[in-house]
């Protein structure tokens, strides 16, 4: 039978890859808020007729903020950053923020870069809200050091709640869009298994097919050749017609073999219906083997369009019950009913042959051969939405009775 490879759920670094895969970092976009911010103060500072010596100490802070954030960090990257990590990032951030608002106060405007670099760099709320905290204190420092007018000292505290405002109600929109980008990276991930199962599974269906397609033709040919030769060695007076048999065996297992490989209608089937089919399957049977074949089709059974697949599978049940019967059953008489019902078509084998306990192991039934056909056939059938049951006992003969749905219920046969 075939057996199915079940999906199993992404784990977490897989989910992960996917998530990193189709999430651009954003870091960048504030990256360059913090240069431009910089590039403002700068500006500022130098048409605000500072010193030089002023202006070179805000240039050598400038550069040092560029190396230790492009060259030491490569913050630049946009990856995001460990909160360890981003605390020491920060850290030489606020640096340069203290000493360049020592400079000039013109560089307050890089205060707006420090906060957005701070929410930036820190997912997690807490610590994201304690950082910019300190932007905030050393806004009210810079203040209190440039001797600035103490009644606008409560503007940066506003501010902080303002932005803390902000970042909670954001936060909260992140979290469920991070919760349906995962739950969309899980479905992606899941997608990516299901589809490697389905290849796997359509690997065993294809063995599957192989499989009962060379028990159903080679198989059963290559066990004429083996009978007819015995049988002519056990009777040299019938060499040649034996030869002839074998000889006509031999070339249609060589046209199976071609057909097999073609993926084609078995040889019975070219152009013809199923009863057709089935009696010219008879035909052959009755010029090689001394058993009686008695076929009955139902007429009703050319009104109803039967699928391929279908009537390939009943007319290798009727092959293989033939064939065991030829082989093990030492029958004198073989029926072959095929009827319809509308939705469904029966095929009925029954021989009068030896039989065998229905209860016993394959290897046990008819002398330790057997077993095999049987099972491929009610897999075959099984897989069409139809089912076989084989009925025997011993001196009462065989009786096998395969029934399937005009139209293929399950996958391919």
Not at 45 to 55: E, I, K, P, Y
Not at 96 to 109: C, E, S
Not at 340 to 357: L, M
């Amino acid at each position: 039978m075939m057996h199915r490879t079940e999906p199993t759920l992404p784990d977490q670094a897989t989910v992960r890859r996917v998530l990193d895969s189709e999430q651009p970092s954003g870091r960048t976009a504030f990256i360059a808020i913090v240069w431009v911010a910089v590039a403002i103060g700068l500006v500022a500072q130098f048409t605000d007729g500072a010193t030089a010596a002023r202006n070179g100490a805000a240039v050598g802070v400038v550069a040092a903020a560029v190396a230790w954030l492009h060259v030491v960090h490569r913050i630049h990257q946009g990856t995001a950053l460990p909160l360890r990590r981003a605390v020491v990032v920060l850290t030489g951030v606020y640096a340069a923020l203290v000493a360049l608002l020592a400079i000039d106060p013109a560089h307050f405007v890089f205060l707006f870069a420090a906060y957005a670099l701070t929410f930036a760099l820190v997912d997690e709320l807490t610590p994201s809200i304690a950082l910019s905290f300190i932007v905030t204190l050393i806004w009210v420092g810079g203040w209190v050091h440039h001797d600035l007018p103490t009644g606008a000292l409560p503007t940066p505290v506003l501010v902080w709640v303002t932005l803390v405002a902000i970042v909670v109600v954001l936060d909260r929109v992140s979290s469920t869009s991070e919760e349906r980008r995962r739950l969309l990276a899980e479905l992606h991930a899941t997608q990516v298994q299901l589809a490697e199962s389905e290849h796997q599974r359509g690997a065993l269906q294809e063995r599957e097919r192989l499989a009962a397609e060379i028990h159903d033709t080679l198989a059963q040919g290559f066990t004429s050749i083996v009978l007819l030769s015995e049988a002519t060695i056990a009777s040299p007076e019938t060499q040649t017609s034996h030869l002839h048999m074998i000889t006509d065996t031999a070339r249609e297992n060589l046209q199976a073999t071609r057909r097999l490989v073609d993926g084609l209608r078995p040889i019975e089937l070219d152009g013809l219906s199923l009863g057709d089919g089935v009696a010219r399957v008879v035909e052959r049977h009755r010029a090689r083997w001394p058993e009686r074949v008695e076929l009955a089709v139902d007429g009703d059974i050319d009104d109803h369009t039967i699928d391929s697949d279908i009537e390939i599978t009943l007319l290798r049940v009727v092959q293989e019950a033939l064939n065991n019967a030829a082989k093990h059953a030492q029958a004198e008489l073989i029926d072959i009913e095929i009827t319809c019902t509308g939705t469904h078509v029966c095929v009925t084998v029954s021989d009068d042959g030896v039989g065998f306990e229905m209860d016993a192991q394959p290897h046990d039934v008819a002398g330790g051969i057997g077993g095999r056909g049987l099972e491929l056939m009610a897999a075959r059938l099984e897989a069409s939405g139809g089912d076989l049951n084989v009925t025997s006992r011993p001196s009462a003969g065989t009786t096998v009775d395969a029934t399937a749905p005009l139209t293929n219920q399950g996958g391919p046969s």
